[in-house]
């Protein structure tokens, strides 16, 4: 049985704060028999959950990926309204764009520690490969849950990261991280649309070239321009197209 992208599925408070999130679930269109279904999550689950959704059931009519269990992440909310905390949630650092901003570890214990186990409860859910996906101030999240010591999650799907956040502050954690070690095992898909703004394109070049100069040892990663797509309508492309690269036949 697959559920509405648009219709939640059920509410969860995070313990510490209290904040209620809104979680639409995407159940796999076969059952897994024996086996167990990876987890996607989606940030931005309220705005970007259904193109999340379309994206995945193309690729599955076409062979690209297995069956998958997607979460989309929101608020109840869209982008505009006061009760979406994204500015809060998704970004590492504090910034004075955002007066709340700089919530992102509190926003991933949630993740890993209330959600992901509830959704273990829920269905039944392969705890070995565990997916995180954004676009934008989104995947700047997704990026933040990768680079790190130990990242929890071993799949990251990031479309046109908003890198610029805090005066790049990401591409100088990147190199800091770099320098403490040399091994990163995981899985990263990047992305952006060719005719994005320069910084999100140019930014992303950067860290390209971070990765590529000094690899992490097990950083698995494969990167993709969309030439004809901006910012706003790549994500069908780019998160088709990611699901199929992190996850499709052959793959871990």
Do not use: C
Not at 11 to 30: K, M, S
């Amino acid at each position: 049985m697959t559920s509405s992208p648009l219709k939640p599925s059920f509410t969860l408070a995070a313990p510490d704060d209290g904040t209620a999130y809104t979680i639409y679930v995407e159940e796999p269109d076969a059952a897994p028999g024996t086996g167990l279904w990876p987890v996607v999550l989606f940030m931005d689950g309220d705005d970007q959950f259904a193109a999340g959704v379309a994206a995945y059931r193309a690729a599955r009519d076409a062979g690209e990926v297995p069956p998958l269990l997607l979460a989309g992440v929101g608020y109840g909310a869209g982008y505009s309204k006061p009760q979406n905390r994204r500015g809060r949630d998704y970004t590492p650092d504090a910034h004075g764009d955002e007066p709340a901003s700089g919530g992102a570890d509190a926003f991933l214990k949630f993740l890993t520690a209330t959600l992901l186990p509830e959704l273990a409860r829920r269905y039944p859910m392969d705890g070995d490969k565990r997916g995180i996906a954004g676009h934008s101030l989104g995947s700047l999240l997704v990026l933040h849950a990768l680079f790190r010591e130990k990242p929890f999650f071993t799949h990251h799907l990031a479309s046109a990261p908003s890198l610029w956040w805090a005066d790049r502050a990401m591409l100088g954690r990147v190199a800091a991280l770099r320098e403490r070690q040399a091994a990163l095992p995981a899985k990263l898909y990047l992305s952006v649309g060719g005719k994005d703004s320069a910084s999100m394109t140019g930014d992303l070049t950067l860290l390209e070239k971070q990765l590529k100069e000094k690899p992490f040892a097990g950083l698995d990663f494969v990167t993709r321009r969309f030439e004809k797509k901006n910012h706003f309508n790549v994500l069908p492309a780019a998160f088709g197209a990611g699901l199929a690269a992190l996850f499709g036949p052959g793959k871990k």
